[in-house]
């Protein structure tokens, strides 16, 4: 019996899902095979025109066999890491020469292909010939983290274990192509890295993540310490004179410490009317008659903190709500006199401090 998930992905495939792309709904395995190779290290929109231009220099698999490499690795030029040419050629040509230029039709034989792992094998057999394998990469590691509310890190070694065995779970087998589609699909267009678009979301009301207020905060990822900057906007949401407080996760700086709604982006926005109200819209439902941005300007002081491996730079955007939003009913709000009771990162603290004596928290 397909799960509440698997149901309502596939609704929203079927109704709502307008994301179009050359390779969308292709059957011929080579194709796939080619699409998934151009996008391990690509966007959809940097590798869509070399997969079309791909398919119009060789349209079947005998064609690339039989090119020339200085022609192929030119065609490739733009897109790097240029082992991903390499393995084509060299798969095209074992496909070709020893298989009759037949593509093995098992999740097993496809991965004996050089440069084909559990990932790429997973999409061909599905998508070819609709066997029942799930596809798990971001976008799949990102929808599944927030909707289970799973903060084991997904680049760890039960994290792989973890989320390999949910994805399995959720996958429709009947239609496992289809479904693969529409979870990377999702993933891409409503469930984003950033400011995902949970309000119109249709599994938000079962979301673990949107319920507990901790979108921004899924998936873990172990290896973020490496990350040398981060830019994270605070949202200090004010209704009648308390303010909302979260608690971080695991799996991340400042572990258990208190913090106001946090949305981390690669890049610090201009912080707009337009950027707050696609902020307070998409993650809360909130419109724009029912909030105000409390400050003197749309220049808030940017706040640093060092930490070993990072530097955190950080802006706090103060909006006072006018009526309660129905995301927020189960946070915690903290009148202005309890907020010494809560232990915050240095970063917070010293807004609190700067702030102390100014109109933005009493």
Known sequence: MATYFTQQLLLWNQTANHRAMPWKGESDPYKIWLSEVILQQTRVDQGWAYYEKFIQAYPTIQDLAKAKDEKVFKLWEGLGYYNRCRNLLHTARHITNLLKGVFPNTYEGLLELKGIGPYTASAIASFAFNL????????????????????????SKEGMEVFNTLANQNLAKDKPGVYNQAIMDFGATVCTPSNPDCVTCCMSSKCVAFNVNKV??????????????RNFDFFCF??????????????????????FYVLEQDRMPELSDS?????????????QKQWKYIGADKNPKLFKQILTHQTIEARFICIELSKMPKMLQNAMWVKPKQMSKYAFPKIINDFLVTFHNGSALE
């Open 275 to 287: 950027y707050l109200a696609t902020v307070l819209m998409h993650q809360f439902g909130v419109p």
């Open 216 to 229: 921004n905060q899924l998936p873990v990822k172990l290896k973020r310490i490496t990350k040398k900057k």
């Open 132 to 155: 029942p394998y799930a596809v798990v990469d971001g976008n799949v590691f990102r929808v599944l983290a927030r909707f289970h509310g799973i903060s084991t890190p997904i680049d």
């Open 238 to 259: 004010n209704l009648n004179g308390t303010w909302m407080l979260q608690q971080r996760g695991e799996g991340d700086v400042w572990n258990g410490l208190f913090q």
